[in-house]
């Protein structure tokens, strides 16, 4: 059974840090790219970073420079370190792996963050 669970999330002021972490279980970790994505109220999910399963990471215009992904394949966990948060990341946060061949996707259930003073 495939798990992918997030942690980390939580309320924080403006211009705070948070780091979110996402244990994956019930795959072979380092075969998967990983990736955090963002859904905000009203909104479509968008891709917030992404980390192939080489290490090659991309970043969203808007969290450039702000945000950070990381993968640690000996604890089969990536990251996102979010600095300099504004009130326009509150979000629910959640993690994905994606695998091409075989096609294969799963989806963690989301932690929320919340920036507001």
């Known amino acids: 059974q495939v798990q992918l669970v997030e942690s980390g999330g939580g309320l924080v002021q403006p211009g705070g840090s948070l780091r979110l972490s996402c244990a994956a279980s019930?795959?072979?970790?380092?075969?998967?790219?990983m990736a955090w994505y963002r859904q905000a109220p009203g909104k479509r999910r968008e891709l917030v970073a992404s980390?192939?399963?080489?290490?090659?990471?991309n970043h969203a215009d808007s969290v450039k420079g702000r945000f950070t992904i990381s993968r640690d394949n000996a604890k089969n966990t990536v990251y996102l370190q979010m600095n300099t948060l504004r009130p326009d990341d509150t979000a629910v946060y959640y993690c994905?792996?994606?695998?091409?061949?075989?096609?294969?996707?799963?989806w963690g259930q989301g932690t929320q963050v919340t920036v507001s003073s």
């Open positions: 994905n792996a994606d695998r091409s061949s075989p096609r294969q996707r799963y």
């Open positions: 019930g795959i072979i970790f380092s075969l998967y790219a």
């Open positions: 980390i192939t399963s080489g290490g090659t990471t």
